[in-house]
């Protein structure tokens, strides 16, 4: 087997994005003249490409394209930066300051919780990048490795306080995300405005230039999938003994994304590779980069992802590189099981007799209103809290080490600023993607119109009486399926404006791909066909039997088995 297959490919077959980083200087391109550039409000050439790898993406007002375009004006540039935050804890009082960031520097007032347990903020201009890179530092966060080819925000099962355990898993996502962090200097550099000291750049893990493709990995403490770890190259499953952490089931290879129409793209559940002692952890985490580092596909980016390796490669292959490169042999998987995926909202009793709070944040925007005020809310709660909030990868958040002497005043606060209310299971279990108008890659839709979709579907549900019933609906606004729509029972992917394709036949504990059921059909379309399986759903069902399972059993969508060959037939 070759140890570096990239290294035989021709450099005219690399993909450009190989190019970029190689000419970058470790991350540095030319930012900084960019940044003292005042005729434009974007970042050209490679430096559009290379700030990712600083956390932010470039970014213009879809509704304000037209308009602009027809006044001869540049797009409405500005950035979206992404915190890094492994386990999605942040401290209280450090939430003033978030808070304070996003009316400062945002041009939309708003912070976006992500499905992978953490924030972005929308809308800040080129020349306010500095200051606020400066900001977030004082604040002791950044957004290093928040996006492009490189380790992302490491998830770790929320409420780390629920048990001993649940520490351990989160201090594990901490070493593993700090592990596989870039090297290079120039995010300080550029940012910080710290000194270069020459000759000191070395990636020794993810080497000079990165990952093939962003990367992504979750610590998960079993029976609670909320981190959705099916979609995820390397994940960490939890196995414990005496409230100690003595190992991790490792499974590797999942992702969802895909492109329409094109069948050699699809999406894979993480594969079950085998067990490994603790003490093994990072050098199994190293193994696996750079295995993926080394055989990740440079020359095709829609065929980059660890999935694709394992399939270019063999699983078998990948396991035995992975044996070798840490010095481990895989014992066979230990037992596990999951039972569910949402979050567990309202009041619970941590072991040390504090209390959490789960508060549902529709599609995990954070704003002010004139029906709700979610964000002055939770600024006030922080104000008055000490403990932490917990960031969850259903885009909601947790108050949580709440004393009993301070849970009666922090409820009043989330009452009356409408972080409580009365929502209905359905809505509990939702989620979609940003979409517009901030995607440059969106299609259709994504969090501006679920909460409308999800009105209608809840009077479908009442008038069948199944008014208690979850059912995991997602939506994403394209193909890269941000919104882990085909990990839902009801999954909407966006194929233009107001048209979706429909998948059904997702599982509730997220380990079974959804299958398509109609192709481009609009919102109204989709809710009459939803309409008919529902009414069948509440009059054929076996007790309990979810809906993903009831449309499976009745054939209304075969299961996907394989996904390579099953998505697309
Ligand atoms: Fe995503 C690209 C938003 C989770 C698969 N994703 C994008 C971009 C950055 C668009 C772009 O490249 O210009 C979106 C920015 C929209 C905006 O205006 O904010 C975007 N993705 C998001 C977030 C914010 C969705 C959300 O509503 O929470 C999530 C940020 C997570 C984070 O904090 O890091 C987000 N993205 C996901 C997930 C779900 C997950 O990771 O659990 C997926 C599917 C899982 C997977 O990776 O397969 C996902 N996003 C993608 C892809 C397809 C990647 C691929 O393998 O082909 C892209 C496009 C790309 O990378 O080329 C993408
Ligand atoms: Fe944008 Fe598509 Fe991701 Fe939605 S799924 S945020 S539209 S890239």
């Known amino acids: 087997m070759k140890k570096n297959y990239n290294e035989k490919v021709p450099e005219k077959k690399l993909t450009d994005a190989e190019r970029i980083k190689k000419n970058s200087n470790y991350l540095r391109g030319t930012i900084i003249d960019d940044l003292n550039n005042e005729i434009t409000n974007g ?142 200097k120039a995010y300080a550099e550029i940012w910080l405005d710290q000194k270069k000291i020459v000759g000191t750049d070395k990636e020794p893990i993810l080497g000079q ?15 609670y999938n909320d981190v959705d770890l099916y979609a995820n190259d390397m994940n960490f499953i939890v ?55 080394d055989w990740g596909n440079r020359a095709d980016r829609a065929n980059a992802k660890t999935r694709y390796t394992i399939n270019n490669f ?6 035995k590189e992975i044996e070798k490169r840490a010095n481990i042999i895989f014992e066979p998987i230990r037992d596990y099981n999951f039972i569910s995926r949402g979050d567990r909202f309202g009041w619970i009793k941590d072991i040390n007799n504090n209390w959490s709070l789960t508060l549902f944040i529709q599609n995990g925007r954070i704003y002010d209103d004139k029906n709700k005020l979610l964000k002055s809310g939770l600024l006030r709660i922080a104000n008055v809290h000490d403990g932490n909030f917990r960031i969850t990868s259903n885009q909601n958040i947790i108050i949580s080490e709440v004393s009993e002497e301070h849970k009666n005043k922090i409820e009043k606060i989330a009452v009356s600023h409408g972080l409580i209310s009365k929502i209905t299971n359905l809505r509990q ?14 299609m259709a839709e994504g969090e501006r119109m679920l909460s409308f979709f999800i009105t209608q579907l809840e009077k479908i549900m009442l008038k069948y009486g199944l008014e208690k019933e979850i059912i995991i609906l997602r939506v994403s606004g394209c193909p890269n399926g941000c919104g882990r729509s085909l ?17 059904i036949g997702g599982n509730r504990i997220g380990s079974r791909i959804a299958k398509i059921y109609k192709e481009n059909i609009t919102e109204k379309e989709i809710l009459i066909h939803l309409k008919y399986l529902i009414k069948i759903w509440s009059h054929e069902r076996k007790k309990h039997e979810a809906f993903g399972d009831f449309v499976i059993r009745k054939n209304f969508v075969k299961e996907i088995i394989n996904p390579i060959y099953d998505f697309w037939s």
């Open 487 to 503: 990990l839902a029972e009801i999954g909407l992917i966006g194929k233009s404006i107001g048209r979706y394709n429909l998948y």
């Open 239 to 293: 196995i414990a003994k005496n409230e100690r952490i003595i190992g991790f089931n490792i499974l590797i290879g999942g992702g969802l994304s895909f492109i329409h129409g094109n069948k050699n793209t699809w999406p894979f559940l993480a594969t079950e590779v085998g067990y490994i002692s603790v003490e093994k952890t990072l050098s199994v985490a190293k193994a696996i980069v750079t295995i993926q580092r």
């Open 314 to 319: 063999s699983l078998n292959s990948f396991k």
């Open 209 to 223: 230039t990165y990952l093939p493709r962003k990367f992504k990995t979750t610590v998960v403490i079993p029976p």
């Open 429 to 442: 279990n939702s989620m979609a993607c940003v979409s517009f108008p901030t995607c440059p890659l969106a």
């Open 43 to 184: 970042f050209s050439g490679d430096n559009f490409s290379l700030i990712r790898f600083h956390g932010m993406y470039q970014q213009d007002d879809r509704d304000l394209r037209l308009e602009r375009h027809e006044q001869k004006l540049e797009p409405r540039y500005a950035m979206m930066l992404r915190c890094r935050l492994p386990g999605g804890v942040i401290k209280a009082k450090k939430w003033l300051k978030i808070d304070h960031f996003a009316s400062k520097y945002t041009l939309y007032g708003t912070i976006r919780l992500t499905n992978r347990q953490t924030f972005q903020f929308h809308g800040i201009l080129k020349k306010k990048l500095k200051d606020a890179h400066k900001m977030l530092h004082d604040i002791g966060l950044d957004s290093l490795a928040t996006a492009n080819d490189v380790n992302r925000n490491v998830l770790c099962t929320s409420n780390p306080m629920e048990s001993f355990i649940h520490q351990q898993a989160y201090e594990w996502a901490q070493k593993i995300s700090s592990f596989l962090l870039p090297h290079t």
